[in-house]
């Protein structure tokens, strides 16, 4: 997983959501997360049954952000979680062995929390101060050294997310990140096709660099 795509409406410079992903696809995502936070629960299932189509034929993961009835009724593979949602082990329950659950953490310890909770993969941030996210002060501007960290201490795959931008990727990359999560980097840019591939080459180059560093 080196690009995922957090969809956010508002975000998009009036182009639709479903452009913005049939975009991302076209440059390479791994996974889509259907956000929408400020949209009702129709919406956002409405929103994720137009997306499965086109993320299935591509091989991308079509992933709900807090809502395991709508990873449900979507037929979604599977659900994003944070404090505030259902624990991992009773989403695991009703979603099954086969989906697909991430978790928001912000700490080394929240990281190993969730793994042994079953999940698998985790979004690790703010990494840098973001306005797309609505986070607390000690979530905001974790820093790499808490990246570092939970590579450290986890071995399930982790995004870093949180003012992650092409310029920045190949750091969070380098930290130990398995990728990136974006959402303005991708909705608002001029070209997000163009946007997912620079993210995907910039995590790749880093990625090699350090594969090759350790040989």
Known sequence: MQTYLVTQQGLSAGRSTRAIVEAAIAGGVDAVQVREKHTSAR???ALAREL???TA???VSLIINDRVDIALAADAD???LGD?????EDARD???EDATIGRSVSTVDAAREAECAGADYLGVGAVYATGS????EDEQAIGLDVVRGVADAVD???VGIGGITPDNAADVAAAGADGVAVISAITGADDPEGATRDLAVAVESRHEHTDSFHQ
């Open 156 to 158: 399930i795959p982790f």
């Open 43 to 45: 919406e956002r299932l």
């Open 57 to 59: 034929d591509a091989g």
């Open 84 to 88: 505030e949602d259902l624990p991992v």
């Open 133 to 136: 996210k609505d986070v607390d």
């Open 78 to 80: 599977g659900v994003h």
């Open 94 to 96: 009703l979603l099954g």
């Open 52 to 54: 499965r189509g086109p």
